[in-house]
């Protein structure tokens, strides 16, 4: 099967590296792509956005499935333009993706269907949630825990241009539940945590992840049925109701609050950096799941997971979120993946054959073990490896999690 990957950051270097893998892709395509991506497959210099050109080159290339990583493209609608030309694609038409390019429409369907979730308020009074309705690559979202905070959340969400959207604050742990979907079947990964914050102890703002951790203490397989059931079956069933069915990953990201899990928001592809934490944790080969999710031949037991643990810790620019950083050389990444690291490109270039930042994400640096504890020690020997001035990471990825298992176990 020939696949182009739609994507040039950590999440879809991270599909690149599962895909290549699979005994049935006999092409790997990428647009753009980056350096780790292209050691694995063919990079096209056409853009996530550029629909006109990503229909021609899966023309030209005789593509049979493509994977859109990004969630823009989506919302814009090229999964509908490339569909329309008979090409299977993973990933949901404009319509579906509304469910992460409008927070309003997600929470009015959430509303519906019974789906648990935060309460809308009226006005932003601390304490409270400012959230930007429209895409904000993982910024938009501003925890008001005094009035100044939300007065000033108030004035940068509506900066970005589109409506806001004020919800109660939830307190509790978050975890990130994705789910192959094909239109009415929902088929979960393990969960997983993001740490969105930028600084340990969750300090600082937003950000788009600065790291992850699977499987999630406390919730087993009936528990992840259970939420499946209640959350992504009756999103399916609203959506395709309204002609839109779904049909890619759908990510639940979830509170889990004293009274009961609530959904925080939608996403409608893999999340970055979760996809680097999941995937190395799915056995045996994803190719064909993904096209039966593409063409609505999902079945009820597509994955298998291993029983160990992944841990990803992103290496950052010194300024992110605020701003990206470009042109500084990066070097030791051989010397982590000697030492057992997965190492995936999120925000890198070549410049006369070297390898330089180029983003505000740099790299993800993913660990595996047998514990959550031995792929943290992983996941951060393989960091100790890698040299970028002025880059930085958290030291506290999945610390509390390891540490609750060595509780456990001991």
């Given at each position: 099967m020939?696949?182009?990957?739609v994507?040039?950051?950590g999440?879809?270097?991270?599909?690149?590296?599962k895909?290549?893998?699979?005994?049935?892709?006999?092409?790997?395509?990428?647009a753009?792509g980056?350096?780790g991506?292209?050691?694995l497959?063919?990079?096209?210099?056409?853009?996530?956005e550029?629909?006109?050109?990503?229909?021609?080159?899966?023309?030209e290339?005789?593509?049979?499935?493509v994977?859109v990583?990004p969630e823009?493209?989506?919302?814009?609608?090229l999964a509908?333009?490339?569909?329309h030309s008979g090409?299977?694609?993973l990933?949901p038409g404009?319509?579906?993706a509304?469910?992460?390019g409008?927070?309003?429409?997600a929470?009015?369907?959430?509303l519906?269907?019974g789906?648990?979730?935060?309460?809308?308020?009226?006005?932003?009074?601390?304490?409270?949630?400012?959230?930007?309705d429209?895409?904000?690559?993982?910024?938009?979202?501003?925890?008001?825990?005094?009035?100044?905070d939300?007065?000033a959340?108030?004035?940068?969400?509506?900066?970005?241009?589109?409506?806001?959207?004020?919800?109660e604050?939830?307190?509790?742990?978050?975890?990130?539940?994705?789910a192959l979907c094909d239109?009415?079947?929902?088929?979960?990964?393990p969960?997983?945590?993001?740490?969105?914050r930028?600084?340990?102890?969750d300090r600082?703002?937003n950000?788009?992840?600065?790291?992850?951790?699977?499987?999630v203490?406390?919730?087993?397989?009936?528990?992840?049925d259970?939420?499946?059931?209640?959350?992504?079956d009756v999103?399916?069933?609203?959506l395709?109701?309204?002609?839109?069915?779904?049909?890619?990953?759908?990510?639940?990201g979830?509170m889990?609050?004293?009274?009961?899990?609530?959904?925080?928001?939608?996403?409608?592809r893999?999340?970055?950096p979760?996809?680097?934490?999941?995937?190395?944790r799915?056995?045996g080969?994803?190719?064909?799941v993904?096209w039966?999710?593409?063409?609505?031949?999902?079945?009820?037991?597509?994955?298998?997971v291993?029983?160990?643990?992944?841990?990803?810790?992103?290496?950052?620019?010194e300024?992110?979120?605020r701003?990206?950083d470009?042109?500084t050389?990066?070097?030791?990444i051989p010397?982590a993946?000697?030492?057992?690291?997965?190492?995936?490109h999120?925000?890198?270039a070549l410049?006369?054959?070297?390898?330089?930042?180029?983003?505000?994400r740099?790299l993800?640096?993913?660990?595996?073990?047998?514990?959550?504890?031995e792929?943290?020690?992983?996941?951060?020997?393989?960091v100790?490896?890698?040299?970028c001035?002025?880059?930085?990471c958290r030291?506290?990825i999945?610390?509390e999690?390891?540490?609750a298992?060595?509780d456990?176990?001991?």
């Amino acid at each position: 099967m020939k696949v182009l990957l739609v994507g040039s950051g950590g999440r879809e270097h991270a599909l690149a590296w599962k895909l290549s893998q699979s005994a049935e892709c006999a092409e790997l395509h990428a647009a753009p792509g980056n350096p780790g991506i292209a050691s694995l497959g063919h990079c096209h210099p056409v853009r996530a956005e550029d629909q006109e050109g990503l229909l021609a080159l899966a023309r030209e290339l005789g593509i049979e499935l493509v994977v859109v990583g990004p969630e823009a493209p989506l919302v814009g609608g090229l999964a509908d333009e490339l569909r329309h030309s008979g090409i299977a694609t993973l990933g949901p038409g404009r319509e579906a993706a509304r469910i992460e390019g409008s927070k309003s429409f997600a929470k009015e369907v959430m509303l519906r269907t019974g789906v648990p979730t935060a309460r809308r308020l009226a006005e932003a009074r601390a304490p409270c949630v400012v959230k930007a309705d429209g895409l904000a690559a993982g910024k938009g979202v501003y925890v008001c825990r005094t009035q100044a905070d939300a007065d000033a959340a108030v004035t940068e969400a509506a900066g970005r241009g589109g409506g806001i959207l004020v919800e109660e604050l939830l307190e509790g742990e978050e975890v990130s539940l994705l789910a192959l979907c094909d239109g009415a079947t929902a088929v979960a990964l393990p969960p997983a945590q993001d740490f969105k914050r930028a600084l340990d102890g969750d300090r600082g703002p937003n950000t788009g992840g600065m790291g992850a951790f699977s499987p999630v203490p406390g919730l087993d397989a009936s528990r992840i049925d259970e939420l499946v059931s209640t959350i992504h079956d009756v999103v399916l069933a609203e959506l395709a109701a309204r002609g839109a069915p779904f049909l890619g990953v759908l990510f639940a990201g979830l509170m889990q609050t004293t009274e009961g899990p609530r959904v925080l928001e939608f996403n409608a592809r893999f999340g970055d950096p979760e996809a680097q934490t999941l995937l190395p944790r799915l056995e045996g080969d994803l190719l064909p799941v993904l096209w039966r999710a593409a063409t609505g031949e999902l079945g009820a037991d597509e994955l298998e997971v291993s029983t160990g643990a992944a841990v990803t810790v992103v290496l950052a620019s010194e300024r992110y979120p605020r701003a990206g950083d470009t042109g500084t050389p990066i070097e030791g990444i051989p010397q982590a993946e000697a030492a057992g690291a997965l190492v995936f490109h999120a925000g890198t270039a070549l410049r006369q054959g070297d390898l330089v930042t180029n983003g505000g994400r740099i790299l993800g640096v993913t660990g595996r073990g047998a514990t959550l504890a031995e792929a943290r020690t992983r996941a951060y020997a393989g960091v100790e490896q890698i040299s970028c001035a002025g880059g930085r990471c958290r030291g506290d990825i999945a610390l509390e999690a390891a540490g609750a298992e060595h509780d456990v176990d001991g």
